[in-house]
């Protein structure tokens, strides 16, 4: 390149700096034709961080960062020593019939009671009011019964309360996937609804795509897609269409797709990965693409 003889060195180096600009622009275009597809960035299809609804000390923590987890399987428990104390006592006057079959004898006691004075009565060796009274216990005893029977039954709602609580002190994992995120140790204090630990899912990974209006129109849900990996461009993997948003985004006339997609070398959700829609069988024209790139 020839040095400008003429002019001053602000014109020259406007110049120089507006034709490195089209060559990049020149070279980014040929760089997205020939990368087929949108762009767009993955992410866990489940990501849970959870916290208990009450606050108490970390007592156990059977998990650390990385591990596998199925669901059910615990991952923290606060000191719960107290809770189960009492749900044992609460879950022993549940089961407890004592009561009851107490309450019942004596009723059973009084009906006899009475059968004996209503003989009694027709002989004359029982006055009137002795038989009513007689009748009345027999009405006492039957409600004394009734009685017991609603405070077993209490005691039942009791005991359920209790161990519902005493759930509400362990974490376990509600999905199968890994242990991401450790907030907290044992022997730490958790306030109510502080965060705990993060558990993710990524054997399937999600794709939320930005997709031209023209050609989003003709996407539906169940529709395949192909993901091409950084580094594996010439390998796709099949993914499919589980979501279309009802509301575009107008500033960037693209509606969202979300993708699922199989994910069976383990990468790591968050990168930028392109994915091109494909036309179900019998629906004419090409796959559905676009000519721009664009990351959510």
């Known amino acids: 390149m020839v040095p400008p003889t003429t002019g001053d060195g602000g014109d020259t180096m406007r110049t120089m700096m507006l034709g490195c600009l089209a060559g ?19 992410r866990p299809s489940a990501d849970l ?16 960062e990385g591990d596998a987890v199925k669901p059910g399987d615990l991952l923290v ?14 879950k022993a ?5 004592v009561r ?14 009475l059968k004996k004075l209503e003989w009694a009565g027709k002989e004359g060796a029982a006055t009137e009011w002795e038989i009513a009274h007689a009748r009345l216990e027999v009405t006492i005893g039957d409600l004394s019964v009734q009685l017991a029977r609603f405070n077993q039954q209490q005691d039942r709602k009791k005991y359920e309360e209790a161990a519902v609580q005493l759930n509400r002190m362990r974490l376990a994992s509600p999905i199968a996937g890994k242990v ?16 705990v630990i993060r558990v993710v899912k990524t054997d399937l990974l999600w794709i939320d795509v930005p997709v031209p209006l023209a050609p989003a129109r003709a996407l539906k849900v169940g529709g395949a897609a192909q993901v091409a990996y950084p580094g ?65």
């Open 24 to 42: 990049w622009v020149a070279a980014a275009g040929v760089a997205s034709a020939a990368e087929p597809g949108i762009e767009a960035i993955t």
């Open 49 to 64: 961080t959870l916290a208990f609804v009450r606050p108490g000390r970390i007592a156990e923590m059977p998990v650390k």
């Open 77 to 90: 428990r606060l000191d719960d020593e107290a809770e189960r104390l009492q749900c044992e006592e609460l």
């Open 93 to 97: 006057q549940a089961d407890d019939l």
């Open 100 to 113: 009851i079959q107490a309450a019942e004898a004596q009723w059973a006691q009084k009906k006899e009671d």
């Open 180 to 195: 991401e995120q450790i907030f907290l140790k044992p022997g730490e204090s958790a306030e109510a609804l502080a965060k």
């Open 232 to 296: 594996c461009e010439d390998k796709p993997v099949e993914g499919k269409i589980i979501f279309v948003a009802a509301v575009a985004d107008a500033a960037s006339e693209t509606l969202t797709v979300r993708v699922e997609a199989p994910n069976p070398s383990s990468r790591p959700a968050g990168e930028r990965v392109r994915v091109q829609f494909v036309r179900a069988e019998g629906m004419p024209g090409k796959p559905v693409a676009a000519a721009t790139s664009a990351a959510p």
